[in-house]
């Protein structure tokens, strides 16, 4: 089933953000994930959303977006992006 991973960005520190940011796609791409949406400027409709980015990625399948989560290589990037930016994320499965 094809799930979505939906992504709040604050960026706190643009320095180890970009270095994240110039990793991410290698590392992303090796795990069958697709980019729909990077908005630095998202239209807030209702609510409180505070965040400078957002980012909505679509996965073939909860254990793909898993994996790309916690592998080793994306942990070594997300030390990056941690140290620049502050994050919600949420994983929502698609309808079938």
Same mark, same amino acid.
Do not use: C, H
């Given at each position: 089933m094809?799930?979505?991973?939906?992504?709040?960005?604050?960026?706190?520190?643009?320095?180890?953000? @970009?270095?994240? !940011?110039? %990793?991410?796609?290698?590392?992303?791409?090796?795990? /069958?994930?697709?980019?729909l949406? +990077?908005?630095f400027?998202p239209?807030?409709?209702?609510?409180?959303?505070?965040?400078?980015?957002s980012?909505?990625? @679509?996965f073939? !399948?909860? %254990?793909?977006?898993?994996?790309?989560?916690?592998? /080793?290589?994306?942990?070594?990037i +997300?030390?990056?992006?941690d140290?620049?930016?502050?994050?919600?994320?949420?994983?929502?499965?698609?309808?079938e």
């Amino acid at each position: 089933m094809t799930v979505y991973v939906i992504t709040q960005v604050t960026i706190t520190n643009p320095e180890p953000y @970009e270095r994240y !940011s110039s %990793k991410f796609m290698d590392v992303f791409s090796q795990f /069958d994930g697709k980019i729909l949406s +990077a908005d630095f400027n998202p239209t807030v409709l209702m609510g409180d959303w505070k965040a400078n980015r957002s980012v909505l990625m @679509e996965f073939p !399948s909860k %254990k793909s977006a898993l994996a790309w989560m916690t592998s /080793d290589a994306y942990q070594e990037i +997300a030390k990056d992006r941690d140290a620049g930016a502050s994050l919600n994320s949420i994983l929502v499965k698609g309808l079938e």
